[in-house]
């Protein structure tokens, strides 16, 4: 089993709170059971069980160690969707292989955050990320964070391969084998906007196949074509 505690040191630990209550009562550990601890930043330690109560689960820890990077690193731009389909997307996208996540407000999106909410709602997409890790085996929690506009997502970005999901567009996903950096930008349930395309001039418009699909299917599609595609 692999639960997510941050820092990692050798020695003895104890472990409180919701990762307690995943030992105990949804994996029903005993003493003596193997325990994989990651911090969600690239590190890992082997444990095990050594005392369990009611309170607390005691662990033996060996050292940690760094988990190498997986390349290309994988970044998802994804406006605002409405409703469970937001959680749908940001949970696949974890399990099919996305390093990170920028949440932006398209024009044509359907929902509107107030800036007043916008922090509570971050902090909720991303105990679903470590939830997401944890189911699919993931060592590193994807980062996310809210861009203001789609000028604010992209003024960051650093070099390496950008691709736009366009509907219309017959250009395969086809990813560079020698790119480390990869940059995918998606649409919101009514499209992006013309505006929008115009200022993702020099992203590659690219389809993925000849149906329409929905704005939480898309970008999940295209991070595990890339990932089937460079095998990581």
Aim: proline share 8%.
């Amino acid at each position: 089993m692999r639960i997510f505690l941050a820092p990692l040191a050798a020695g003895e630990l104890t472990v409180r709170g919701d990762e307690h209550h995943y030992i105990m009562r949804v994996r029903r550990a005993r003493i003596g059971d193997a325990v994989e601890l990651v911090d969600g930043e690239g590190r890992r330690a082997a444990a095990t069980i050594v005392k369990i109560t009611d309170a607390e689960t005691v662990l033996s820890v060996a050292a940690p160690e760094t988990i190498p990077a997986a390349l290309p690193f994988l970044r998802v731009l994804v406006p605002l969707i409405k409703g469970d389909r937001m959680d749908t997307c940001l949970e696949k996208l974890v399990e099919v292989g996305v390093d990170a996540i920028v949440v932006w407000p398209a024009a044509r999106s359907v929902v509107k955050l107030e800036p007043e909410r916008r922090e509570a709602r971050i902090a909720k997409y991303q105990a679903a990320l470590v939830a997401a890790s944890r189911q699919s085996g993931r060592a590193q929690v994807p980062t996310i964070m809210w861009a203001d506009d789609l000028h604010a997502a992209l003024a960051t970005l650093p070099p390496g391969s950008r691709f736009v999901l366009d509907p219309t567009s017959d250009q395969p996903l086809v990813p560079d084998p020698s790119a480390t950096d990869i940059t995918i930008v998606s649409g919101p349930e009514g499209g992006l906007a013309p505006s929008e395309l115009d200022t993702l001039v020099g992203f590659t418009p690219i389809g993925l196949g000849p149906r329409v699909l929905r704005a939480e299917t898309a970008p999940v599609i295209a991070v595990a074509l890339v990932r089937a595609a460079t095998r990581t």
